[in-house]
């Protein structure tokens, strides 16, 4: 079996920054020679250039360590939790340095995603992008709790813009289910989706192409409805 991974990312409407959101898939091949994929949804906090510098190298980093990590190491869920949190909380730092040397404000991102053998499914968040499982028409599953703070509109949890004793990612374990579409988005594209309207289309993709052309409409009806944000989604599946 093989995954199916198809991403679009459209910037805000009203063109007042560059976009902040990111996204990244790396496969790997592990020293048993099984295959681990990693895919990654990042949202930069700031309309800014530290907004974008953050998701980006983020994004790039963690591919990075994944590309390094897996080379050597089979999936090992406690291992891999411990080990890529410990890489997010050196992103926070190197966030950290990058805003106190140019800039004077906190240059941060959520970010979300999976690592998967295409048996298990380990679910990373920090922030308020979402992972959802459409599972069937009448099922779809969000897999991730936004990080919320106390007044339920702040996130409470990024990376970047903490002390590095205060990142606290949040992960989980599931099985991987082949015939399932996993939807990794920022807050601009999930926040207007109907997913069970859409759900159909989305199992009539036979191709990346195809998948990526629907993102491309779904965005184009979000901004249509009135969203300003910038629209990201990364959509897997098994194949």
């Known amino acids: 079996m093989s995954i199916l991974f198809s991403g679009y990312s459209q910037q805000c409407s009203?063109?007042?920054?560059?976009n902040q959101d990111k996204f990244g898939v790396i496969?790997?091949?592990t020293p048993n020679d099984s295959e681990i994929t990693m895919?990654?949804?990042?949202?930069?906090?700031?309309?800014?250039?530290?907004?974008k510098y953050a998701s980006y190298n983020t994004i790039?980093?963690?591919?990075?360590?994944?590309?390094?990590?897996?080379?050597?190491?089979?999936?090992?869920?406690?291992?891999i939790a411990?080990?890529?949190?410990?890489?997010?909380?050196?992103?926070n730092h190197r966030l950290n340095q990058f805003s106190d040397e140019h800039s004077d404000r906190d240059t941060c991102c959520t970010i979300c995603g999976i690592i998967?053998?295409?048996?298990?499914?380990?679910?990373?968040?920090?922030g308020d992008s979402r992972l959802y499982e459409l599972i069937s028409e009448k099922e779809i599953r969000?897999?991730?709790?936004?990080?919320r703070a106390e007044d339920g509109h702040s996130i409470a949890m990024h990376i970047g813009g903490k002390e590095d004793n205060e990142i606290d990612i949040t992960f989980s374990l599931d099985d991987f289910h082949p015939n399932s579409q996993y939807v990794i988005c920022s807050d601009g594209f999930y926040r207007r989706v109907d997913f069970s309207a859409c759900y159909s289309h989305f199992v009539t993709c036979q191709s990346r192409s195809d998948t990526i052309n629907l993102l491309k409409r779904i965005s184009q009806s979000l901004?249509?409805?009135?969203?300003?944000?910038?629209?990201?989604?990364l959509v897997l599946t098994g194949k």
């Open 14 to 18: 009203n063109k007042n920054h560059s």
């Open 39 to 51: 895919a990654i949804v990042s949202d930069g906090i700031s309309s800014g250039f530290e907004g």
């Open 60 to 79: 790039l980093w963690s591919l990075e360590w994944a590309s390094i990590y897996f080379s050597k190491h089979d999936f090992e869920p406690e291992g």
């Open 27 to 29: 496969r790997v091949k």
């Open 142 to 147: 969000l897999m991730t709790v936004d990080d």
């Open 223 to 233: 901004v249509l409805s009135g969203e300003t944000d910038d629209i990201t989604a």
């Open 82 to 91: 411990d080990e890529f949190e410990a890489h997010l909380i050196s992103c």
């Open 116 to 126: 998967t053998n295409e048996q298990q499914l380990m679910v990373f968040n920090a």
